[in-house]
C-alpha cells in the first residue's frame, strides 16, 4: 500500500495583485518550489499520483455558511477595485479571479485524499494545496485561507464513512482558529494546535489561542492548544510537547482517521514563525503519528514561508510517509524553560479529561496568571536587550539524504520456522566474520554468530533492522553489547519488556542505557543508564505500559540519540501483540531505524507480527481504551521526577514549581 501525492499547477494561478505587506509571502512558488524539490529528489515518482478535483457546493456547506459561499461565488467576476473592497471586510487574506476556483480545487484536493485512505487504495498521503484552509471560518476568509480545507474533510470523512473520531494535529506555526471554532463543542474531532502565541501579542491574537480553551460541553476537553510564549523553539521542545501531551492523549482517543494541518512556518528560517526546528523534525513527527488509525494519515499543506524550508520540510513528510528510514536528531537540548512552562499549563488544564494526564502537575488558577504576567515582562525586556538575527540571515545544513539499506529486514531464525516474506534471512551458509566466530564459545555459538553478522551488516548499512530467535536473550543481548561497545562511537538503547536479571555489567559507562518494564522489583540501584519501570500488572496492562513508553522510553531515546537498538522480549513478558508492536514501530524513531529484536526460540508466534512492523507496516491500533492502574501512572511520574536531573526531555514541568 503506498503514498498518495495530490497536486496541480491550477492551484499556483493565483497571487496577490496589489500591494499588502501581511499577504506578500503568501505565493505561488510556495507550491512550485515544493513540487519541484519532491520530484528533485526522486519522492515524487515513489508516490501514488491522485488527480485533484473541486469540492461540490455541499461538501463547502460542511463547514461554511450559504451567504459565505455565495459571495465567495462572486470574486471570479470582479474588477481589481472590487476585489480589494471584498478583501477589507477579512482578516490578512486576499482574493483573485481565480482563487475561487483554486480554492474549490485544495478543499477537493482534501477529500481526494480521504477517499483514497479510507478505501485503502493507498496507506497515507499528503496534497500540497494552496490556498490553505485552517484560518477560515463559517463565514469568514482569514489568514490567506478561503474554505477549511481540513475541517470540510474531516465532515466529509464522518459523513462518507462512519469515521467516528477524526484526530487533527495541527503542526503550523500559526493558530487553526477555524478548526477550534468548528468542532470547539464535537467529542468526536480532537483537535491539537501549537502556535506562536506570546502572551496574546502574536497574530490572531486571540484570547481563545490559551492553553485554557479545552473545548466547550460535550467537547470539553478535544481542544489542545500549546501557545508558544517565545520564539526560538527548538526541535527538542516540538518532541517534549508530543511525548508528553499529544501521543498519550491521541491514544487514549483512539483516532480512526489522523489529519495533519501541515504548516512549514514552525520549521527554522521562516519569517512568520522565527522557530529553530530543523526540516528533520517534520520526519519525526510524522513517524510519531503513523501508527495510528491504523496507518491512516493523510497530510494537508497549510503555512510555509521560507522556500527553502519549506521545500525541504515537504520532503522530510513525504518521504517518512513513504517509509524510509528517519534520519538522526543529533544534539538534542531539552526543552526551554518558556516551553516547560506552555507544557505544564497544557498538562494542568488537560488532566481532568484525559487518564493520562490524571497525575500531570496542578497549578493553581490564580498562581499561572500571576506567573504569565511575570514572565510576559520578563520576556518583553529579552526582546528588547538583545537585538535578534533576521530569520532570513538563518543558515542551517541542508538535510542530509536519507539513505535505505538494499534489505530493510533480515532474520536469523531456526529453520523450521518459516521466513516472513519480504524478509532476508540470514542462514548458516551466510558468511559469517571468523573473527567474530571465534569468539563466540558457546553451544548457541552457529546462532549467535548469524546474529553478530546481523548487526555488522547493520552497522554496515546494508541491512536496516532484524529479528533473532535464539536460545537464550539474555546471553544474545550480552554478546551484541560485548561486540559493539569496544567501539567508542557506540551506543546502544535496550528496551527490555518483562521480568528477567539484566547483567549489571552491560550497563557501565553510559555505552547502553536500559529500559526495563518488569512487573518485579528489581534490587539494583536505579543508576542514569539502568532505568527499570515496575508496572504492577507488568507487560499485560496496556495504558500502563503506553504511558511508560511515552512518558519515558521516547523522550530517553530521543536524548540518548543510540546507533542501534536492542529491543528484546524477555520469556513469558505477557505483551499483548498490538503493543509489541507499536512499540517496535515506535522504537524506529532511533538510530535510522537500526532496530535488532531478541526473541525466544519459543515464541515463534511473534515473529509475522514483528516482522510486519519492521517492514514498514503500521501497527494495529490499541483497542482497549481503559484508563491506566494509577499505581502505575504515578510509578513513571516518580521515575520521571527523579530521572529528569539527567535526561531533560523528561521534565513536564518549568524549574520553579517542578
Ligand atoms: C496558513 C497560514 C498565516 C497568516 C498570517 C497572517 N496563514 N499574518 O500560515
Ligand atoms: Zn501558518
Not at 106 to 122: F, P
Not at 268 to 281: L, R, V
Request: aromatic letters at 8%; glycine letters at 6%.
Amino acid at each position: 500500500m503506498g503514498t498518495a501525492l495530490i497536486y496541480d499547477e491550477e492551484m499556483t494561478k493565483y497571487k496577490l495583485l496589489w500591494v499588502d505587506p501581511a499577504c506578500k509571502i503568501e505565493t505561488p512558488e510556495r507550491l512550485t518550489v515544493s513540487y519541484e524539490a519532491l520530484v528533485r529528489n526522486a519522492l515524487a515518482e515513489r508516490c501514488i499520483s491522485v488527480p485533484v478535483r473541486e469540492a461540490t457546493n455541499s461538501e463547502i456547506l460542511l463547514v461554511h455558511s450559504e451567504e459565505y459561499l455565495e459571495a465567495v461565488k462572486k470574486t471570479p467576476y470582479m474588477t481589481l477595485e472590487d476585489l480589494k473592497e471584498f478583501t477589507l471586510q477579512y482578516g490578512d487574506v486576499y482574493f483573485h479571479p481565480n482563487i475561487y476556483h483554486c480554492a474549490k480545487l485544495a478543499a477537493g484536493s482534501a477529500l481526494q485524499l480521504v477517499d483514497c485512505v479510507m478505501t485503502e487504495r493507498v496507506r497515507n498521503g499528503m496534497a500540497l494545496v494552496r490556498p490553505p484552509g485552517h484560518h477560515s471560518q463559517h463565514s469568514a476568509a482569514n489568514g490567506f485561507c478561503v474554505f477549511n480545507n481540513v475541517a470540510i474533510a474531516t465532515r466529509y470523512a464522518k459523513q462518507k464513512y462512519g469515521v467516528k473520531r477524526v484526530l487533527i494535529v495541527d503542526w503550523d506555526i500559526h493558530h487553526g482558529q477555524g478548526v477550534q471554532y468548528c468542532f470547539e463543542d464535537d467529542p468526536s474531532v480532537l483537535y491539537f494546535s501549537w502556535h506562536r502565541y506570546e502572551h496574546q501579542t502574536f497574530w490572531p491574537q486571540l484570547r481563545e489561542s490559551d492553553y485554557d480553551s479545552v473545548g466547550k460541553e460535550k467537547g470539553a476537553g478535544f481542544n489542545i492548544n500549546v501557545p508558544w510564549n517565545q520564539v526560538g523553539m527548538e526541535s527538542s521542545d516540538y518532541l517534549s510537547v508530543f511525548c508528553h501531551v499529544l501521543l498519550p492523549v491521541a491514544y487514549e482517543f483512539c483516532p480512526d482517521l489522523v489529519l495533519v494541518c501541515a504548516g512549514f512556518d514552525s520549521a527554522i528560517g521562516d519569517p512568520e514563525g522565527k522557530m529553530c526546528a530543523t526540516p528533520e523534525i517534520f520526519a519525526h513527527l510524522t513517524h510519531l503519528l503513523m501508527n495510528l488509525a491504523g496507518g491512516k494519515l493523510c497530510v494537508v499543506l497549510e503555512g510555509g514561508y521560507n522556500l527553502t524550508s519549506l521545500a525541504q520540510s515537504v520532503c522530510q513528510t513525504v518521504q517518512t510517509l513513504l517509509g524510509d528510514p528517519l534520519p538522526r536528531l543529533a544534539n538534542l537540548s531539552g526543552p526551554c524553560r518558556s516551553a516547560l512552562e506552555s507544557l505544564q499549563c497544557v498538562r494542568s488544564a488537560h488532566r481532568q479529561y484525559w487518564s493520562c494526564l490524571k497525575h500531570a502537575a496542578s497549578l493553581p488558577p490564580a498562581d499561572i496568571s500571576t506567573k504569565r504576567i511575570k514572565l510576559a515582562e520578563e520576556e518583553a525586556k529579552t526582546e528588547v536587550g538583545e537585538e535578534e538575527k533576521s530569520t532570513e540571515e538563518k543558515v542551517w545544513p541542508e538535510p542530509p539524504k536519507r539513505f535505505s539499506p538494499p534489505v530493510r529486514c533480515a532474520s536469523v531464525l531456526p529453520d523450521d520456522v518459516t521466513r516472513p516474506d519480504g524478509c532476508k534471512r540470514l542462514g548458516a551458509d551466510q558468511d559469517v566474520n571468523p573473527l567474530t566466530a571465534s569468539k563466540l564459545k558457546d553451544d548457541d555459538c552457529d546462532t549467535l554468530s548469524r546474529v553478530i553478522t546481523l548487526v555488522e551488516k547493520m552497522e554496515q548499512n546494508e541491512i536496516c533492522s532484524g529479528l533473532a530467535l535464539v536460545c537464550d536473550v539474555t546471553v544474545a543481548m550480552t554478546q551484541v553489547v560485548q561486540h559493539l561497545t569496544p567501539d567508542p562511537v557506540n551506543r546502544v538503547l535496550i528496551v527490555c519488556v518483562g521480568n528477567g536479571k539484566v547483567p549489571s555489567h552491560i550497563t557501565r559507562d553510559g555505552k547502553t542505557l536500559v529500559v526495563q518494564i518488569n512487573s518485579e522489583e528489581t534490587e539494583d540501584q536505579n543508576s542514569k543508564y539502568y532505568i527499570p519501570v515496575f508496572l504492577k500488572k507488568g507487560c499485560s496492562d496496556t495504558s500502563g505500559f503506553m504511558h511508560a513508553v511515552f512518558g519515558l522510553i521516547l523522550p530517553l531515546g530521543y536524548e540518548y540519540d543510540p546507533n542501534l537498538v536492542l529491543l528484546v522480549r524477555m520469556p513469558d513478558s505477557g505483551v499483548c501483540d498490538a503493543v509489541w508492536q507499536q512499540l517496535t514501530g515506535l522504537l524506529q524513531s532511533f538510530a535510522k531505524g537500526h532496530t535488532l529484536v531478541l526473541m525466544q526460540e519459543n515464541e515463534k508466534a511473534f515473529v509475522g507480527p514483528t516482522t510486519s512492523v519492521l517492514l514498514g507496516d503500521p501497527a494495529p491500533p490499541l483497542e482497549n481504551r481503559q484508563a491506566p492502574n494509577t499505581e502505575d501512572l504515578n510509578v513513571v511520574e516518580r521515575l520521571r521526577d527523579r530521572l529528569q536531573v539527567n535526561w531533560n526531555l523528561l521534565q513536564t514541568t518549568s524549574e520553579c514549581t517542578g
